[in-house]
C-alpha cells in the first residue's frame, strides 16, 4: 500500500510523475541517470573554467553562474522526486514546499537575467572587440551576476511567501512532481484572483524584459555580421551565438508555455511535461551545448583530463 497519506493532515501530497510500472520505471531509471549526468556535467563545466587559465574570461565566468543555477535547479526538484518514489512516500512539508518554490523561481528568475547578461556579452564581443575588456570588466560581470541572483531572489521571496500564507483546508493532493505555484495555488480554499494577476504580470515581467535585452543584442550582432567582409569572421561570430541562441530558445520556450498561457489552457500532464523538460532535461543539455563545438572548452577538458590521469 502505497504512503501517500499524511498522518499530521499538514503536509502536501505530490503525486509525482510516475507509477510503479515496468515502463515507468525504465522512465524514472532514465531521469535519474539524466540527473546524475546533469550534476557531473555542470560541475565539470564550472571546475574547467574555474580551472584553466584560457577560460578566466568575462563570457565563460557568466557561463559558469550559469551552470551553478542548472546544477542547484535539478538538486532542488530530483532528489526528492526520486526518494518518494523509491522509498513509496509522497508527502512534503509546508517548509520544504516553500523551499521548492524559493529555489524554483530564483534560480529560473535569476537565469532568466543570467542569458540576457550573456547576449550582451556577446554583444560586445562581435560589436566592439577594441573595447571588450573595457565594456566587460571583472566589475560590470560580477553587477550582472550579483542583479540576476538578486532579482530571481526577490521574484521567489514573493511567490513563495504569498503562496505559503493561503489557507489549504480542502485537498492537499498536488498533481505533480513538485511543488510549483499555479497548482498549489488552485488548491488555496481562499480568493487568489488578486495575487495569480500579480504572478502572471510578474511572471510575464521577468520573462519578456530580459528576451527583449536578448533580441536587441542579437539584432545588433545581426546587423554587425551581416556587414562582415570576412566569411571566416562570420562564421566564427554564427558559431559564437548559435550555442547561446540554441539555450535561450531551450529555456524561454518550455517557461513561456507554462508561465504565459492562459489558465483556462493549462492542462495538467502537458504541465508534468514541459516542466520535466525544463527541470530535468535543459540542465543537461546545456553543458553539452556550450561545450560540443567549442574549441576552448574541449581543450581545457583534455588538459585536465591529462593533470589528472599524470598524478
Request: with cysteine.
Amino acid at each position: 500500500m502505497e504512503n501517500s497519506t499524511d498522518s499530521t493532515g499538514t503536509n502536501f501530497i505530490l503525486l509525482g510523475l510516475f507509477d510503479h510500472t515496468q515502463t515507468h520505471r525504465v522512465l524514472f531509471s532514465l531521469v535519474f541517470m539524466t540527473f546524475i549526468a546533469s550534476l557531473v556535467g555542470n560541475a565539470l563545466m564550472i571546475l574547467l573554467i574555474h580551472t584553466d587559465p584560457r577560460l578566466h574570461t568575462p563570457m565563460y565566468f557568466l557561463l559558469s553562474q550559469l551552470s551553478l543555477m542548472d546544477l542547484m535547479l535539478v538538486s532542488t526538484i530530483i532528489p526528492k522526486m526520486a526518494a518518494n518514489y523509491l522509498l513509496n512516500s509522497r508527502s512534503i512539508s509546508p517548509a520544504g514546499c516553500g523551499s521548492q518554490i524559493f529555489l524554483f523561481l530564483t534560480l529560473g528568475g535569476g537565469e532568466c537575467f543570467l542569458l540576457s547578461a550573456m547576449s550582451y556579452d556577446r554583444y560586445v564581443a562581435i560589436c566592439h572587440p577594441l573595447r571588450y575588456h573595457v565594456l566587460m570588466s571583472h566589475k560590470l560581470c560580477s553587477q550582472l551576476v550579483a542583479g540576476s541572483w538578486i532579482m530571481g531572489g526577490i521574484d521567489g521571496l514573493m511567490q513563495a511567501s504569498a503562496t505559503m500564507s493561503f489557507p489549504y483546508c480542502h485537498s492537499r493532493e498536488i498533481d505533480h512532481f513538485f511543488c510549483e505555484v499555479p497548482l498549489l495555488v488552485s488548491l488555496a480554499c481562499a480568493d487568489t484572483t488578486v495575487f495569480e494577476l500579480f504572478r502572471y504580470v510578474c511572471c510575464t515581467l521577468m520573462l519578456l524584459i530580459p528576451l527583449s535585452l536578448i533580441v536587441a543584442s542579437y539584432s545588433l550582432i545581426l546587423g554587425a555580421v551581416l556587414r562582415m567582409h570576412s566569411a571566416a569572421a562570420r562564421k566564427k561570430a554564427f558559431t559564437t551565438c548559435s550555442s547561446h541562441l540554441a539555450v535561450v530558445g531551450l529555456f524561454y520556450g518550455t517557461l513561456m508555455v507554462i508561465y504565459m498561457k492562459p489558465k483556462s489552457y493549462h492542462s495538467v500532464g502537458h504541465s508534468k511535461v514541459v516542466s520535466a523538460f525544463y527541470t530535468i532535461f535543459t540542465p543537461v543539455l546545456n553543458p553539452l551545448i556550450y561545450s560540443v563545438r567549442n574549441k576552448d572548452v574541449k581543450g581545457a577538458f583534455r588538459n585536465w583530463l591529462g593533470k589528472t590521469y599524470a598524478m
